[in-house]
């Protein structure tokens, strides 16, 4: 099959680069052709006057996007097109030229921008969802993405253009949930039901299942308000006895972190920085578990897919798609978000059953052959790929929509 695979890469390389990297990988691996559209956030910095004028008009519609996929499309004769991130330069212009020449498109909803500016559902530091379902101009009074109200409004007359148009309706033929909280999420927000399938993402398979209790609880991540480190350092704090914790990842709160570290005086806390990916898989090896306090609804983290890989159990917040991977008690522990107190209950209890911690480690090692494989990953997406593309012959019915999980 020939697929064309469209991603807006973010100017730090994060979760949604490497799943639509790893994605393509996959496909090519398995003998399809893959043809790439790609432009990279890098295209803002090196603007001049007027490129902030010139980005908003293409977050909502992108000409220069809607020639080039029209272009290659003409070129390569792809057989579906499979989005990832269009924001803020690709746009939903593209879509336009895939319908246009017959190609069915595939949406991975990545985030949820869609329903909400931010894509976080987060305000403040507390979830908020405002703008589920309505017109999105809340997010922009208050300038919900990155604090600016001028860019929040682009977000939101791209949102409330192609809602008028019909293009989350009529031009995208199957949109991928990563997970089953995210699809509520999206049918809450008016996506049609009926297209949304819930596909997981994946991590790489012959990852060695821990053989050892472990020696610190780790956090992996990016250092960022989201992610729930203030909680995790309020745990931290309230512990009755020092058990290390790593810290590996980089981000804007890395300097507040080490002062806070600093002045409380908690020992045995250890920030690494930014970790490379094989060094990741090393300390998940040698920790006793994963805590990831993230305090928005997430996507589907691969920290804890790699995690459950690795047979190490996780520790996380009991908030949106984290209590539908994380089965408390069995491949893990939840606590609740943004309470230091009872994340620091649950780490001693953690730290002190070594036992119960090996039991759920061979869960949640059993939960990720069962559900986040490479293999299984890639049986789902041809799935997908094969519902559309039948759905586009002129000749065939419509198929029933599949739920994949």
Avoid at 207 to 233: C, F, N, P
Avoid at 293 to 310: D, H, K, M, Q, R
Avoid at 319 to 342: A, C, Q, S, W
């Amino acid at each position: 099959m020939r697929i064309l695979v469209t991603h807006n890469r973010y100017q730090q390389y994060g979760g949604e680069d490497a799943t639509a990297a790893a994605e393509s990988q996959l496909l090519e691996a398995n003998g399809n052709t893959v043809i790439h559209y790609q432009r990279h956030n890098q295209e803002l910095s090196s603007r001049g006057a007027g490129g902030t004028l010139t980005a908003g008009i293409e977050t909502v519609w992108s000409s220069m996007s809607f020639r080039e996929v029209q272009a290659l499309i003409a070129k390569d004769k792809p057989d579906v097109a499979h989005f990832h991130n269009t924001f803020p330069l690709i746009s939903p212009a593209p879509y336009y030229a895939c319908a246009e020449a017959g190609v069915p498109v595939v949406q991975t909803l990545h985030n949820y921008r869609l329903i909400c500016p931010a894509g976080t559902f987060l305000r403040d530091g507390q979830i908020c969802q405002s703008c589920l379902g309505r017109v999105a101009w809340r997010g922009a009074m208050h300038g919900c993405y990155r604090g600016s109200r001028a860019a929040t409004v682009a977000v939101a007359a791209m949102l409330a253009l192609h809602r008028v148009l019909g293009t989350w309706q009529t031009k995208v033929d199957a949109y991928i949930a990563v997970s089953e909280f995210a699809r509520q999420k999206f049918i809450e927000g008016g996506l049609p039901e009926e297209r949304i399938i819930v596909k997981p993402n994946f991590v790489e398979a012959g990852r060695a299942l821990k053989s050892q209790i472990g020696d610190y609880a780790l956090y992996v991540g990016r250092l960022s308000e989201e992610k729930g480190l203030r909680t995790l350092l309020a745990a931290r704090e309230r512990l009755h006895e020092p058990i290390p914790l790593w810290i590996a990842g980089d981000g804007p709160m890395r300097d507040a972190l080490a002062s806070e570290i600093a002045e409380k005086g908690l020992k045995n806390v250890e920030l690494l920085g930014r970790v490379p990916p094989s060094e990741i898989i090393t300390l998940m090896h040698r920790a006793r578990f994963l805590v990831f306090p993230s305090i928005w609804f997430e996507g589907l983290p691969l920290t804890i897919v790699e995690a459950f890989a690795c047979g190490l159990p996780v520790v996380a917040s009991r908030l949106g798609t984290m209590t539908e991977i994380v089965h408390d008690g069995v491949t893990g522990l939840l606590f609740n978000p943004g309470d230091g107190i009872d994340l620091a209950a649950r780490i001693e209890w953690a730290w002190n059953h070594p036992e119960a911690l090996t039991l759920m480690g061979r869960a949640a090692r059993a939960d990720y052959e069962a559900k986040y494989t490479p293999a299984r990953n890639y049986e789902l997406l041809m799935e997908i790929y094969r519902r559309v593309t039948v759905r586009q012959s002129p000749k065939s019915e419509v198929p029933t929509p599949i739920h994949a999980n």
